[in-house]
C-alpha cells in the first residue's frame, strides 16, 4: 500500500533555511502536498506540486520532486519562530480528501 | 466565507461507549473527509462523504460510521469505543466540482477513551 516517509525533527537558526524531506511509495501519486499543523490545531494546506513538475515556488517556500526517486522537499527560506510547527508531507491520487500522510517533521527554529 | 468548525473540541468517552463527533464544513464545499491522527503521528484517512453518499474507505472497522445532511454537515460516529480510539479526529472539506481541490481542516476534536 502506499506509505509516506519523513523525518521526525529538525533545528534550524532563525535566519536560516529549512529542508525538510519525504519520500512516498506509490508511483500512482498525482499530487503531493505540504501541510503545516501548529499545536491546539487542524492542518494548514502550505503548498502542493502536480507530478508532471520538478518544481514549485511559492514566495519563501520551494518544492522540489524526484519523480524517479520518490522525494519530495520543502525548502523554507529565512526561516522565522513562527514557523515552528509539524509539517505532514501527503501524496493523493486525484483525490485529496483521500491522502496519505506522513507522520510529520516537527521544525524548531531558535533565536 | 466561514471556515470548516467541529464540536466538541475535548471529549472524554468510557470504553464500550459510543461518541458521535460534528463536522460543519466550508461554504460551497460539498465534500467531506474524516481522519484519524493519533498522538505522534500523521492523520489517517477514515473515509469521505460526497452527495450524502460514502465515497471510499480507509483500514477501519464497521464501527466507524458516518453521514452527510443535504446541508453538507457531518457527523462521525463510534461505536463500542476501544482505548486505542483516542486520538485526535480531523474534518476535512473540499469541492468536487474542481479537480484536485485542496483540503480544508478543522480544528478537531480531542478524544479520550479511558
Known amino acids: 500500500g502506499e506509505d509516506v516517509e519523513q523525518s521526525l525533527f529538525l533545528s534550524v537558526r532563525e535566519g536560516d533555511s529549512s529542508v525538510i524531506n519525504c519520500t512516498y511509495t506509490?508511483?500512482?501519486?498525482?499530487?503531493l502536498y505540504w501541510y503545516k499543523q501548529e499545536p491546539g490545531a487542524g492542518l494548514q494546506l502550505l503548498t502542493y506540486?502536480?507530478?508532471?513538475?520538478d518544481m514549485k515556488q511559492d514566495q519563501r517556500l520551494t518544492v522540489l520532486l524526484n519523480k524517479k526517486d520518490k522525494h519530495l522537499s520543502l525548502r523554507i527560506a529565512d526561516t522565522q519562530t513562527g514557523d515552528s510547527a509539524i509539517y505532514f508531507c501527503?501524496?493523493?491520487?486525484?483525490?485529496?480528501?483521500?491522502?496519505?500522510f506522513g507522520d510529520g517533521t516537527t521544525l524548531t527554529v531558535k533565536p | 466565507e466561514t471556515g470548516v468548525t467541529q464540536s466538541p473540541t475535548h471529549l472524554i468517552k468510557t470504553r464500550g461507549q459510543q461518541v458521535t463527533l460534528r463536522c460543519s464544513s466550508q461554504?460551497?464545499?460539498?465534500?467531506v473527509s474524516w481522519y484519524q491522527q493519533a498522538l505522534g503521528q500523521g492523520p489517517q484517512f477514515i473515509f469521505q462523504y460526497y452527495r450524502e453518499e460514502e465515497n471510499g474507505r480507509g483500514n477501519f472497522p464497521p464501527r466507524f460510521s458516518g453521514l452527510q445532511f443535504p446541508n453538507y454537515s457531518s457527523e462521525l460516529n463510534v461505536n463500542a469505543l476501544e482505548l486505542d480510539d483516542s486520538a485526535l479526529y480531523l474534518c476535512?472539506?473540499?469541492?468536487?466540482?474542481?479537480?484536485?481541490?485542496?483540503?480544508?481542516f478543522g480544528n478537531g476534536t480531542r478524544l479520550t477513551v479511558t
Open positions: 461554504s460551497g464545499h460539498n465534500t
Open positions: 506509490d508511483s500512482s501519486s498525482t499530487y
Open positions: 506540486i502536480f507530478s508532471n513538475m
Open positions: 501527503a501524496e493523493s491520487i486525484g483525490n485529496a480528501g483521500k491522502s496519505t
Open positions: 476535512a472539506s473540499s469541492s468536487r466540482d474542481s479537480y484536485n481541490s485542496p483540503l480544508h
